[in-house]
């Protein structure tokens, strides 16, 4: 099998990624690990829900112990309005 390097660039606060949550992503100082990255989940959008509800039901069916989702990391960006 064969994957796709995907190269990120940094965005500013007001920027949104456009992730594939289907792309992997591997790090060097990170060995043995694949990562992938969702689009996030915008406050009131229902799409990402399901991209990401798909995604995890497809990888929760994996028969394959390497191809299962083992963790999620969730984050939290909070942002003070006096800040900006």
Same mark, same amino acid.
């Given at each position: 099998? $064969?994957?796709?390097?995907?190269?990120?660039?940094?965005?500013?606060?007001?920027?949104?990624?456009? @992730?594939? =949550?289907?792309?992997? +992503?591997?790090?060097?100082? @990170?060995?043995?690990? *694949?990562?992938?990255?969702?689009?996030? &989940?915008?406050?009131? !959008? $229902?799409?990402?829900?399901? =991209? +990401?509800?798909?995604? =995890?039901?497809?990888? !929760?069916?994996?028969?394959?112990?390497?191809?299962? +989702?083992? !963790? &999620?990391?969730?984050?939290? +960006?909070? *942002?003070?309005?006096?800040?900006?």
């Amino acid at each position: 099998m $064969t994957r796709d390097v995907v190269c990120c660039r940094s965005l500013t606060l007001s920027q949104r990624g456009e @992730h594939d =949550i289907d792309d992997e +992503l591997e790090f060097s100082n @990170h060995t043995g690990y *694949v990562f992938h990255d969702s689009r996030g &989940i915008e406050s009131g !959008a $229902t799409e990402e829900v399901d =991209i +990401l509800q798909e995604f =995890i039901r497809r990888k !929760a069916g994996e028969r394959r112990l390497q191809s299962k +989702l083992h !963790a &999620i990391w969730f984050g939290l +960006l909070c *942002v003070h309005d006096d800040e900006y």
